[in-house]
């Protein structure tokens, strides 16, 4: 895929508001360009306190682009630098680092880190799965952040497990299904005692289209 192809899908998706934060790419590297677009919905408990009437998350519409730098040896480690958005109303840097793939063969894994502009949220994770030859892949992702804000206080961890189905050579549909849960704990300016204090969850169901070289 094109470059100037995958950032003009950028523009029209970054005026849509998202919330859950999505890894939208397999623990194996591909070489080269790719982009792609996800959407995600979230369905649980509606929280009714204060600002917050919803779920916890309430899903995300997002479209990334990426450069993959796959190591020639099978002794050396893979990466990925990618920009996506909006994930959380932001846009976000996605940076991830596979194993090389010789310490685990037949199985990729690798560590990631998801780092937001606007908001300053930061979210360490970790990746590992399996693809076949004809490019069928599983995948789970499990991830944790703390969002500290001048009258909040989030800690949640984001969990997704994801099935990968090739479309043709230079395209696959990612299948995306996830579990958030954190403690979130929100408080008035000027006023120690918080208004709200409890567990969220949410279940998050979404796919992404992507496009590689």
């Given at each position: 895929m094109r470059l100037p192809l995958a950032a003009a899908a950028v523009v029209p998706v970054?005026?849509?508001?998202?919330c859950a934060p999505i890894i939208t790419h397999g623990p194996d590297v591909h070489p080269g360009f790719s982009g792609g677009a996800s959407a995600a919905i979230g369905d649980g408990p509606t929280y009714e306190n204060g600002d917050d009437p919803g779920p916890f998350y309430i899903g995300a519409a997002i479209v990334n682009v990426a450069y993959g730098v796959r190591?020639?040896?099978?002794?050396?480690?893979?990466?990925?630098?990618?920009?996506?958005?909006p994930t959380i109303d932001a846009v976000a840097l996605d940076l991830f680092v596979q194993?090389?793939?010789?310490?685990?063969?037949?199985?990729?894994?690798?560590a990631?880190?998801?780092?937001?502009?606007?908001?300053?949220?930061?979210?360490?994770?970790?990746?590992t799965g399996i693809?076949?030859?004809?490019?069928f892949g599983l995948n789970a992702a499990v991830s944790r952040y703390k969002d500290a804000r001048r009258n909040r206080m989030e800690k949640a961890q984001v969990n997704w497990l994801s099935f990968e189905a090739p479309l043709t050579k230079f395209a696959a549909l990612h299948f995306h299904f996830g579990y958030a849960s954190a403690h979130v704990t929100k408080w008035i300016r000027l006023d120690e005692t918080p208004y709200i204090d409890e567990d969220r969850w949410v279940k998050l169901g979404g796919a992404t289209l992507e496009l590689h070289h």
């Open positions: 970054l005026l849509i508001t998202g190591a020639k040896s099978d002794s050396r480690p893979s990466f990925r630098f990618g920009l996506q958005g194993a090389p793939r010789k310490w685990l063969r037949p199985v990729s894994a690798g990631g880190f998801m780092g937001e502009f606007s908001d300053g949220r930061r979210m360490p994770y970790v990746q693809r076949s030859a004809e490019g």
